[in-house]
């Protein structure tokens, strides 16, 4: 089975800067995509990136040219660096992985326990 352990939340002032880790565990062979998603209270879980195993990325929209997704394959580690942080980043962040990637929350079978990301105007 896989585990995923994230780590690197926290509150930081808009403008700034955070970089969330996610380590797997376990049988990871298998995991040809990992991604991450974010949830505000009151709103749908969104994919903010992806990246798969031949490290092509995808960014959604809000995020691009801020965020910065990649992995250290020896070290079953996903990171997303995330610079120019806006209060409207504030959320729960999860990490995901799946043989494939995927749009939806639905189609990731393992996901890390949630981050919180606040960010203050």
């Known amino acids: 089975q896989v585990q995923l352990v994230e780590s690197g939340g926290g509150s930081v002032q808009a403008g700034r800067s955070l970089r969330l880790s996610c380590t797997a565990s376990?049988?990871?062979?298998?995991?040809?995509?990992m991604a991450w998603f974010r949830q505000a209270p009151g709103k749908e879980r969104e994919r903010v990136a992806a990246?798969?195993?031949?490290?092509?990325?995808s960014y959604a929209d809000s995020v691009k040219g801020r965020f910065t997704v990649s992995k250290d394959n020896a070290k079953n580690t996903l990171y997303l660096q995330m610079d120019s942080l806006k209060p409207e980043d504030t959320a729960m962040y999860y990490c995901?992985?799946?043989?494939?990637?995927?749009?939806?929350?639905?189609?990731?079978?393992?996901w890390g326990q949630g981050s919180q990301v606040t960010v203050s105007s």
């Open positions: 990246i798969d195993s031949d490290d092509s990325i």
């Open positions: 995901a992985a799946e043989l494939v990637c995927g749009d939806s929350p639905e189609w990731f079978e393992y």
């Open positions: 376990g049988y990871t062979q298998s995991l040809g995509c």
